[in-house]
């Protein structure tokens, strides 16, 4: 297993559409593995695989509490077949743009099915934090951002804000969510 580097925005490779796994074997399992690790290790509690540059439609997801044991998920080809008319509001946050928190609605439950890390169909009924993140991971599997979902505003002051960043070589500067509060969750991310 390795740390994998997360792609940051505006790499346009976050935009891009992924291709599905045409057999679960053990270079995709060794991928999940990394991804998880490099998952843990940003913190975060979802990654993609276009998150680390590889455009494949594999998911890593792990919404257990820090002081509870880890209870990863691999989505490998998930679909959501079905979302509530019900929707919910979470402040998300994305690895690939970091520091950055926005409030986002979606569906407030979902049904997603997928194969496991065996290649095994599974079907997967989800609501609360972890509905709001397997939505936004499968958007990264589309080329969809959490940010893609805010005001047309909000987001290009976004993106020209990691451009500039990016073109300097740093990492753009925040406020903390919520005020002065400190972030204390680990973000949604891809």
Sequence with gaps: MS???IVILPDPVLKEVCAPVAAVDDEVRALLDDMLETMYDAPGIGLAAIQIGIKKRIVVIDVSKDEDEKAPICLINPEITWTSEDTSTYEEGCLSIP???EEVERPAACKVTFLDRDGKEQALD???LLATCVQHEIDH?????????ISRLK???VIKKFAKAAKRGEMPEFKSRRGNEPATERPLAE
Excluded: A, K, M, T
């Design 3 to 5: 740390i994998r580097d």
């Design 141 to 149: 599997l589309n080329g969809v951002l959490f940010i893609d979902h």
């Design 126 to 128: 989800c609501d609360g």
């Design 99 to 101: 520091e950055y928190y």
């Design 155 to 157: 987001r290009d002051r």
